[in-house]
């Protein structure tokens, strides 16, 4: 299927990448080029053939419903996203992430 | 002593001859004059490294030493390293520093080797050249004005250049063999499931396998030795007996080391793509291996031309899903302009991810879209059984496999970073091992002259059956025995201002 820039500005949103319409049009040239090697799939004759989603076929495991991690908070938060540019300031509060406001 | 194998280097610690700090300093000493032009570091912190030297000295003194004690080894930067800078190539992660260590980097530790630094790669593992790090490009320490390889391109040039004394890297459709092709050293990717993916930065997790960047295959077994394990934290970690993957290395018949060993060669990888030179080096190899006692069968992987399409539906699709977790709200970047959330994440992973990153997360989306998903997805993992099964046919006339481990020799840089798909031909014989979950090496194998008269490695690769690494490290080791292609190193010039 050809793509056009507006599918390559669909697909950025629904990815959460924002494009411009420049880029979009450099991306639709380069993914043009990919998707016409994925095609060569469409030749190939599949029916009946159980798809493989991991080499061995394993069963996941199980494991006893006990506490196996500690609180790290402090040490996971430290790394939270720096705020303001340059600032030492960072995205928490109160042992909370900080956002832009999501509810009214 | 920068040439010294694994071996040796335990051996002249354990007898006192040189000290961990004198031997990582000599290392430390030679990344500090080489590493700003070749550019294979991007995380180096002599102090703590020295720490660790020293530590480890203690440990040789109180004689609870083991065959990697104190010896320093260069690290992948995909590994998350406790207090150290962990950026997977990616502005995304330009300021991210690891509060927790990979189970692989907590296997060095517990064996006492020490951290020389994080190496270059491309961006979040995505690329054949090192070429889309956000931390720049990496030198081929052959030839400066060619790429390493990738995606592990630093570690790559770390070993090559004998900047480290061994490294790590992941494989997920050849970024440890392809560079160890270009690059001239050994190289082991090993069987899907073998190395703990617990705290490896996840690009495309069905194929992502850890592995030995080394000097020789005796050095590969003994990495392997450390980093291979059951790992409960990793589900797709394989619960199996320890193994010890130097075993088979010493005990081979001195006349015929190899002797009935069936060596299989697909017709398909010496077809149309593969450069002249590279076919005549893979050719004296495969004579080499008649010598001690292999013999050559013919086999065929039909479907490996099918393999690359098939990678670039199944690792954009994961690495989409995989890397929708960089939203900028706890770790990573963040945009510094904003008009609410959604805003947010669309800008920060614009900002954060290089256009290669890019194109592949919008090609997993786009093949996961709703009315996509049979056409592509299900589509690829069909034929990625089909590409399976090639090889269990291949498996049932010989033990291994042999062929070349990239198309052509080093590329210059800057010659397919334009052409995605050009970019992609490079894992033509990689990436089906990868989709098999089978184990497959990169092992020197002679030089091929480039149009401009340099003469560049070329890698022999070996592919084994499902958890044959041991097998195929002595199949490499007995090669490394009657040839000296791995013992060459490139020459450096001396960095200005140095004696």
């Known amino acids: ?104 | 002593m920068i040439n010294s194998s694994l071996k040796t280097l335990a051996q002249m610690l354990a007898n006192k001859e040189i000290s961990s700090v004198e031997l990582t300093q000599t290392f430390l000493n030679r990344i500090d004059a080489y590493n700003p032009e070749i550019n294979a570091y991007i995380a180096l912190d002599h102090d703590r490294t020295l720490a660790q030297a020293k530590a480890a000295d203690a440990r040789i003194a109180a004689g609870s030493a083991t065959p990697l004690t104190g010896i320093p080894i260069a690290q992948k930067d995909i590994f998350c390293a406790q207090g150290w800078k962990t950026t997977c190539g990616s502005k995304m992660l330009e300021n991210f520093i690891a509060p927790y260590d990979a189970h692989v980097i907590t296997q060095f530790d517990n064996a006492g080797a020490v951290n020389l630094g994080k190496t270059n790669m491309d961006e979040f593992a995505m690329g054949s050249s090192n070429e889309t790090s956000y931390f720049g490009g990496v030198k081929n320490p052959w030839d400066f004005s060619r790429v390493p390889g990738g995606s592990s391109g630093g570690s790559a040039a770390a070993v090559a250049a004998r900047l480290c004394a061994a490294a790590t890297g992941t494989d997920t459709g050849g970024s440890i063999r392809q560079p160890a092709s270009l690059c001239g050293f050994t190289g082991l990717k090993p069987t899907y499931g073998v190395v703990s993916r617990y705290g490896m930065i996840a690009f495309a997790s069905s194929l992502d396998q850890a592995g030995p960047m080394a000097k020789s295959a005796e050095d590969c077994a003994l990495m392997m030795n450390v980093m291979a394990g059951f790992d409960e934290r990793d589900s797709t970690s394989l619960n199996r007996d320890k193994e010890d993957y130097t075993r088979e290395l010493y005990n081979s018949n001195p006349n015929k080391p190899l002797q009935g060993l069936r060596v299989g060669l697909p017709k398909e990888f010496f077809a149309e793509g593969l450069d002249a030179g590279v076919a005549k080096v893979i050719e004296d190899a495969i004579a080499e291996y008649k010598k001690l006692g292999a013999e050559i069968v013919e086999i065929s992987l039909p479907n490996t031309s099918l393999s690359i399409p098939v990678y670039y539906v199944l690792a954009p699709a994961e690495a989409s899903s995989n890397l929708s977790r960089y939203d900028g709200v706890r770790y990573g970047h963040r945009a510094s302009e904003y008009t609410d959330l959604m805003d947010m994440y669309c800008k920060s992973r614009a900002e954060g991810f290089g256009a290669e990153v890019k194109r592949r997360i919008l090609i997993g989306t786009y093949v996961l879209s709703a009315g996509y998903y049979d056409a592509y997805y299900l589509k690829a993992q069909q034929i990625r059984r089909l590409i399976a099964q090639d090889f269990e046919e291949a498996f049932k006339k010989c033990d291994v496999i042999m062929g070349p481990a990239a198309p052509s020799t080093a590329f210059k840089a800057g010659e397919k970073v334009d052409d995605p798909v050009a970019m992609y031909l490079q894992d033509i014989y990689t990436i089906s091992t990868n989709l098999a979950g089978l184990p497959g090496m990169s092992v020197p194998a002679g030089f091929a002259t480039s149009a401009d008269g340099k003469p560049l490695p070329v890698g022999l690769q070996i592919i084994g059956n499902y958890f044959d690494e041991a097998r195929m490290l002595n199949v490499a080791h007995q090669y490394q025995q009657v040839t000296d292609w791995h013992a060459q190193a490139p020459t450096l010039d001396k960095p200005e201002g140095t004696a």
């Open chain 1, 1 to 104: 299927m050809a793509l056009s820039t507006e599918d390559i500005k669909k697909i950025a949103h629904l990815a959460r990448i924002e494009v411009s319409d420049s880029d979009a049009a450099a991306t639709l040239s380069k993914l043009t080029g990919i998707l016409g090697l994925i095609e060569q799939m469409q030749a190939v004759n599949t029916d009946g053939i159980v798809p493989m989603s991991h080499s061995q076929d394993v069963v996941q495991r199980l494991r006893d419903d006990v506490v196996t991690k500690t609180n790290q908070r402090e040490a996971f938060q430290k790394i939270s996203p720096a705020i303001g540019n340059g600032s030492e300031a960072r995205a928490v509060d109160g042992g909370l992430y900080l956002v832009p406001k999501v509810i009214e």
